[in-house]
């Protein structure tokens, strides 16, 4: 007989959302990373764009929160709006649901 945790009756889909706050964390360094260390704004962007709905999901987590100021602080250095930024990002999902 074999002995199984209950990590093991986990799906994939399941367990992911409990690694997706460090991911949040990766995705706001690689931000500011292509902002400060290797100028490029599109990559920067896209970085931001894959944190946000991290983010959101998961704004009410410390660690989480403290990223969404810093990825707030690298688009205010990109002389973007934020609020402007932000919103047309979920208007664009909305759309492409």
């Given at each position: 007989t074999a002995n199984y945790t209950c990590l093991d009756t986990l799906s994939l889909h399941d367990a992911l959302p409990i690694y997706l706050p460090?991911?949040?964390t990766t995705?706001?360094?690689l931000a500011l990373f292509y902002l400060q260390c290797k100028k490029d704004k599109t990559l920067s962007l896209k970085y931001i764009?894959?944190?946000l709905p991290i983010?959101?999901?998961?704004?009410y987590i410390p660690r989480v929160q403290k990223y969404g100021i810093k990825i707030i602080w690298v688009?205010?250095?990109w002389g973007i709006n934020v609020?402007?930024?932000?919103?047309?990002y979920f208007c664009k999902q909305q759309k492409e649901d």
């Open positions: 460090y991911v949040a995705l706001s360094n764009d894959e944190f983010w959101i999901e998961f704004n688009l205010g250095q609020e402007e930024y932000i919103e047309n």
